[in-house]
């Protein structure tokens, strides 16, 4: 893992900003519009900056919480979201005992 030096990275966004907006300006954009542009292009390569001058930091390992689990049979992996919409119906069951209202039957259209 990378962590990024922030400072290099600021330093190098605002002077691009500046670069970008001076570049902005001399091909005859508006001001307004050299100024967002500017900060866009600063912006970006002040992340890029960041990113590719980011010291790399070793990653402690940290203890497993509980053992893993058996690899799963290819069926199996098909069969859990069965078993969890059968679960869902004994909930159901064993519930208020509200049932969902019934939708209106739709009329065959007539054809001509």
Excluded at 18 to 42: D, K, Q, T
Excluded at 57 to 82: G, I
């Amino acid at each position: 893992m990378y962590q990024p030096n922030s400072n290099e990275g600021i330093n190098a966004g605002l002077r691009l900003w500046i670069v970008f907006m001076i570049a902005f300006w001399l091909v005859g954009i508006r001001a307004e519009l050299c100024i967002a542009l500017g900060a866009i292009g600063g912006l970006a390569s002040g992340w890029l900056v960041a990113n590719w001058k980011a010291d790399k930091v070793e990653a402690k390992p940290s203890a497993p919480d509980k053992a893993p689990e058996a690899p799963l049979a290819p069926f199996e992996v098909l069969r859990r979201p069965a078993e969890r919409l059968r679960l869902g119906e004994r909930f159901r069951r064993l519930g208020s005992g509200r049932r969902l209202p019934k939708l209106p039957k739709r009329r065959p259209t007539k054809r001509l």
